[in-house]
């Protein structure tokens, strides 16, 4: 087809990022084999947060769109000129009104006037996730801008395999009724056995995965972990023991309501 509009979804470790990183994979062979240019752009990884596009080391689409601009300048215009797939990620965390600034940019970046400005795009995702915290008018709302989206796709893909689980089906089973909001009362025992007392978290491993009900607790578990890593790995401050090589010290200024030079 002219213009590819997929929305490739599935549960968490169904193989989405996969997928679109072996389907980079083809496009780079194929552009060597068509003698077609092929750079970063060409298969453009974004997502519609930061944390996300880090994985794919990509960029957020806010940013490669430049969705905030009043302007498109012809400089910007080029950096266009030889994407064929864009890949967004995470889309269930896009309102309505960044899906309908994200076509008007885009037709604003290739200089072509019909939908997405006629760049093929992969819209990857899942809308059963969580949906995002303070949002207003996401996708799954059933607006009008929302309905255009959907008709707008044109390759819909489930992903119904969950590899995340393959050593685990029992656990997977009760995730994937958790993502639909089936999950029983058997269910959520299973998970609560599985919870640890604040009195024993300082025993955590450290490659446990542990869910924060807020970043005020996701930063004070990363802390500890760098404290107890600190402290196993560096002499005490009143040791006469050198310091490791790979230490570095970083004197920074800090800007708050009193001002504070500190030293790290």
Known sequence: MQQL?????????CGKSTCVELAQKYCHKFCQLASLPFDETTFYFTASTGSSACLFGGTAIHSAAHLAKTRITDAL???????KILVIDEVSFLSDSDMENLDKQLRKLTKRNILYG????????????????????????GSDKSVMWENAINCPIFLENSHRFKNDPEWG?????????????????????????????????????????????????????????????????????????????IECLIESKKRVKCSA
């Open 173 to 249: 089973e009760i995730m994937g009724r958790m993502r639909m909001g089936n999950d029983t009362l058997e269910d959520r025992q299973e998970i609560n056995k599985h919870y640890q007392k604040p009195s024993e978290r300082n025993n955590i491993s450290s490659e446990a995965t542990t869910a924060c009900t807020s970043n005020k607790e996701r930063n004070a578990i990363e802390f500890r972990a760098w404290k107890t890593y600190i402290t196993e790995n560096h002499p005490s401050i009143k040791s006469d023991e050198l310091l490791p090589n790979n230490v570095l010290f």
């Open 5 to 13: 509009v997929m929305f490739l979804t599935g549960p968490a470790g």
């Open 118 to 141: 006629g760049v093929s795009i992969i819209f990857s995702g899942d809308f059963h996730q969580l949906p995002p915290i303070m949002t207003k008018g996401v996708l799954y709302a």
């Open 77 to 83: 215009c080029e950096d266009w000129k030889h994407v």
